[in-house]
């Protein structure tokens, strides 16, 4: 498994903590599966819609967007 430099902003550590907290697993496989579920979300979106529904839809997360 390759590291990557992902950083979450302060209200995605908290939640993906207080998954962590509520199922006992790891804040790195919480983050883990939510990363998979996200982008097989988007990959969903492209799929049915289009590459542009998508990036609109990656846009709205104006703060990761830009980072």
Do not use: H, W
Request: charged share 25%; proline share 1%; glycine share 6%.
């Amino acid at each position: 498994m390759e590291k990557l430099n992902v950083r979450f902003n302060d209200g995605t550590k908290a939640e993906i903590k207080s998954i962590s907290q509520k199922t006992g697993l790891s804040e790195s496989v919480i983050a883990r599966a939510a990363l998979n579920r996200g982008l097989g979300r988007l990959n969903s979106i492209i799929e049915l819609e289009s590459t542009k529904e998508c990036v609109d839809v990656i846009s709205t997360y104006e703060p990761f967007y830009n980072s």
